[in-house]
């Protein structure tokens, strides 16, 4: 998948407009160019310092805010 899809898909997670999985009858139907978009997402992706209050970590996805 193209880093700019990657980014696309990503950026419409995080707007609500696609699910990864949703309820399909009695099971899940899974999006898998959601899923592919995710695990691609953390291949491209550096590991950076974030701070949250007094903490400080690293990680490839910065804490999302509303």
Known sequence: MRPERVEEVI?????????????DGDGW??????QEAILEY???REMQPQEVGPFEYYDK????AT
């Not at 950026?11 to 309820?23: I, Q, Y």
């Not at 139907?29 to 959601?34: D, K, L």
């Open 11 to 23: 950026a419409a997670l995080d707007r609500g407009e696609l699910r990864v999985a949703e309820p």
């Open 29 to 34: 139907r899974v999006n898998a160019e959601a």
């Open 42 to 44: 953390f291949r491209l």
């Open 61 to 64: 996805i910065p804490l999302k």
